[in-house]
């Protein structure tokens, strides 16, 4: 078993929308900050959104503002991200990961517990 689980993923058509969920076992969630970030081909890993543990407190990277929507709902020990209007350049494969602090930024350095991520391609 490991910490963290991503799923949703898939492929869709550019405008389309998915929803990921990030899944906690282990621990609990509602007093564990999280991070999504997404991996691109040949690109280096980046972060996307962030959300801290009392789900108040919401950072977005300039290229998601507007379409990414993150979310958590303690009583299923999951963290969503819900991506809408997406683009080709949103392909990558989107992981989440623990934060080591409440209130996180988006440095890798910050995160631990990463999961196995989920595909995400956006094409026609």
């Known amino acids: 078993q490991v910490p963290l689980v991503e799923s949703g993923g898939g492929l869709v058509q550019p405008g389309g929308s998915l929803r990921l969920s990030c899944a906690a076992s282990?621990?609990?969630?509602?007093?564990?900050?999280i991070g999504w970030f997404r991996q691109a081909p040949g690109k280096e890993r980046e972060g996307v959104s962030t959300i801290n543990i009392g789900g108040t407190i919401k950072y977005y990277a300039d290229s998601v503002k507007g379409r990414f929507t993150i979310s958590r709902d303690n009583t299923k020990n999951t963290v969503y991200l819900q991506l809408n209007s997406l683009k080709p350049e949103d392909t990558a494969v989107y992981y989440c990961a623990k934060a080591r602090s409440a209130v996180p930024t988006m440095s890798l350095s910050e995160y631990e517990d990463w999961g196995q991520g989920t595909q995400v391609t956006v094409s026609s």
């Open positions: 282990g621990f609990t969630l509602d007093r564990t900050a």
